[in-house]
Nanobody, 118 residues
Framework: VQLVESGGGLVQPGGSLRLSCAAS????????MAWFRRAPGKEREYVAS????????HYSTAAQGRFTISRDNAKNTLFLQMNGLKPEDTAAYYC????????????WGQGTQVTVSS
């Protein structure tokens, strides 16, 4: 599975961004997809995940209530709508994919930078 993120950028505090992640390859074998982020000097952090079949979603405490994860199965695309952005949301955001065979996030995109600053 190949993953390509887009949609990052510079936004002011309180603003919004929508990240996208286009998946290609063995997408018929997808189990779940997720967003992670890594801020400078910090370890990678889980943000949100969604099942590829069904409507199961999960969020980190930091993302709950401000971010919404969704998907378009027909276009094999994952989204992350981020509202009410804060400076502490500044990070490189990565999408990840888990296949039915392992149910582990073994596939990663290259990341897209989100910077929240005035």
């Amino acid at each position: 599975v190949q993953l390509v993120e887009s949609g990052g950028g510079l936004v002011q505090p309180g603003g919004s961004l929508r990240l996208s992640c286009a998946a290609s390859g063995s997408t018929s074998s997808l189990y779940a997809m997720a967003w992670f982020r890594r801020a400078p000097g910090k370890e990678r952090e889980y943000v949100a995940s969604i099942s590829w079949i069904g409507d199961s979603t999960h969020y980190s405490t930091a993302a709950q209530g401000r971010f919404t994860i969704s998907r378009d199965n027909a276009k094999n695309t994952l989204f992350l709508q981020m509202n009410g952005l804060k400076p502490e949301d500044t990070a490189a955001y990565y999408c990840a994919a888990a296949l039915q065979s392992t149910k582990k996030y073994d596939y990663w995109g290259q990341g897209t930078q989100v910077t929240v600053s005035s």
